[in-house]
């Protein structure tokens, strides 16, 4: 049998190979619409400005690569959490490579029997940065 734990992390799996891929709309259909992203330094955003963000990327020619390992899953009826340690890589044509790594903290949904995104606090740092490992 199929476990929401299960679900959870084949979305994750598929949202890093969506992203490795550069397939936007794989990427958006992950996500709830009223998603929320916090990431350091910049003020809240939802799924329009993740879109957009995507779209400017993939005329720059990023390329990205990571990985994601999943520390904890949680769920609770039709909302979950899941908290994971992230390393992407990200290239652009003519520029050095740059890599961040820290941790994730998200909330999935369950809507009509399909989990989304529906927050993300990402706490990703330049490699090097982070001081304490968990």
Same mark, same amino acid.
């Given at each position: 049998?199929?476990s929401? *734990? +299960?679900?959870i992390r084949?979305?994750v %799996?598929n949202? #890093?190979?969506? !992203?490795?891929a550069g397939?936007?709309d @794989?990427?958006l259909?992950?996500?709830?619409d +009223? %998603?929320v992203?916090?990431? &350091?330094?910049q003020? $809240?955003f ?6 957009s %963000? #995507?779209? @400017?990327? %993939?005329g720059a020619?990023m390329?990205? +690569?990571?990985h994601? *390992?999943?520390r904890?899953?949680?769920? &609770?009826?039709d909302w979950?959490f899941?908290? @994971?340690?992230l390393a992407?890589t !990200?290239?652009?044509?003519?520029? $050095?490579p740059v890599?961040r ?10 809507r009509?029997?399909k989990w989304?995104?529906?927050?993300d606090a990402n706490?990703l740092a $330049?490699?090097g940065?982070a001081?304490?490992?968990?």
């Amino acid at each position: 049998m199929h476990s929401d *734990e +299960d679900a959870i992390r084949e979305l994750v %799996a598929n949202w #890093m190979a969506a !992203t490795k891929a550069g397939d936007a709309d @794989a990427v958006l259909d992950l996500m709830a619409d +009223d %998603a929320v992203f916090l990431v &350091s330094g910049q003020a $809240p955003f939802g799924k329009a400005d993740f879109a957009s %963000a #995507m779209q @400017a990327q %993939a005329g720059a020619r990023m390329q990205f +690569d990571g990985h994601s *390992e999943i520390r904890e899953v949680q769920v &609770s009826g039709d909302w979950a959490f899941a908290w @994971a340690k992230l390393a992407v890589t !990200t290239t652009s044509s003519g520029q $050095p490579p740059v890599a961040r790594e820290g941790h994730t903290l998200s909330i999935f949904h369950k809507r009509d029997g399909k989990w989304r995104l529906a927050r993300d606090a990402n706490l990703l740092a $330049p490699v090097g940065a982070a001081k304490h490992e968990s």
